[in-house]
């Protein structure tokens, strides 16, 4: 085995899977080693962090998630970047927020994200309530306030009689950190199932073709796995882009370190998280930088930026066809009728 391989392959949790170049057997070895290393996608949670995700908390965070007074522009609203029409992104490089400032990275889809160890590329927030009050209050995404988004909320009494239905235990329950936990509670039940790749490893040989299988195979035995297992395929660690060869600074900006700017360590420079790949080919343009649009082309840079592999046209090919097995069902979310605003409810800006 090439040594940069093998130390690429170290990295990951999966390496043993690897470990000495071994040969993955088509058929039931195959898929009971695709089982064990990433799994079918699981129901959503019905608790997170111990608190119930209420049907209350749920239906308020679908309004919230769609309601542009959220933003100071009363523009913006959390589905402007995490589009639940087109795969949980919004499928342009960089996202466009208040006054049409240009984000500085590619937005992630929201979907399956309740199953990622920590949100953002960097890993910046532990959780969805934790991340889901960084763009209301980002100066280039929503540029509000978290005063003036519960003045907002306070002086609807359709909000104020939802917020006390999904908080009822709060004396004051019209708050930013209750605003938070309903987006949360939302976002839970924004999952993908039933995608061919579950299907598979549930036993349906058929589900996948046979290039798809070999796709698993390169997938697996190449180390992609590696990095990106788990359920969501990825969204649980942290990895260099480029830990065999840097991409070129089209593809990894060189004033963009990734996760140093969370930890200001050293080794983390140019560190992100592993990207979640369920639903991948919903979600182009591809890596943080949102400037690769072909999930083949995708694939090679990976193969040689992280594992120090060229891989053949065909193999690249036969990887992309397997990722696309993993599109689920899409939630279907009807978009909510809002509540008027009143005198007292704060002006755009």
Request: hydrophobic fraction near 40%.
């Amino acid at each position: 085995m090439d040594m940069r391989w093998k130390a690429g392959l170290a990295i990951g949790a999966g390496a043993l899977l690897c470990a000495g170049g071994a040969v993955l057997a088509q058929g039931d070895e195959l898929r009971q080693t695709a089982a064990a290393l990433f799994g079918a996608i699981p129901d959503p949670p019905t608790e997170v962090r111990g608190v119930a995700v209420t049907p209350e908390r749920v239906e308020l965070g679908r309004m919230l998630f769609f309601e542009p007074r959220l933003s100071r522009s009363h523009v913006i609203s959390c589905n402007t970047c995490h589009s639940v029409g087109t795969g949980g992104a919004d499928n342009v490089p960089v996202s466009i927020g208040h006054g049409w400032q240009r984000g500085p990275r590619n937005s992630p889809t929201v979907f399956n994200a309740v199953f990622n160890a920590a949100q953002f590329w960097d890993g910046r927030a532990a959780d969805l309530a934790e991340q889901a009050k960084g763009p209301v209050q980002a100066s280039v995404e929503m540029n509000n306030t978290p005063e003036r988004v519960v003045e907002t909320l306070a002086s609807i009494p359709q909000y104020v009689e939802r917020f006390r239905a999904a908080f009822p235990d709060d004396a004051d329950p019209v708050g930013f950190d209750n605003v938070a936990l309903a987006l949360e509670a939302f976002e839970t039940t924004l999952v993908t199932p039933g995608a061919r790749f579950d299907r598979y490893i549930a036993g349906d040989e058929g589900a996948l073709d046979a290039t798809e299988r070999e796709g698993l195979r390169l997938f697996v035995e190449s180390g992609c796995g590696s990095c990106h297992n788990g359920p969501n395929f990825g969204g649980r660690t942290y990895f260099p882009f480029g830990v065999i060869e840097r991409p070129g600074a089209e593809i990894l900006p060189e004033d963009d370190k990734g996760r140093f700017a969370v930890t200001q360590t050293a080794s983390d420079e140019y560190v992100f998280r592993a990207a979640p790949l369920r639903n991948v080919e919903l979600t182009a343009p591809y890596f943080h930088s949102g400037q690769v649009w072909d999930l083949e082309q995708a694939v090679a840079i990976m193969g040689s930026s992280q594992l120090g592999r060229e891989l053949a046209d065909a193999e690249a090919a036969a990887i992309a066809a397997f990722l696309r097995t993993l599109t689920g069902r899409t939630p279907e979310v009807a978009y909510p009728v809002l509540p008027p605003s009143t005198a007292a409810t704060p002006r755009p800006e």
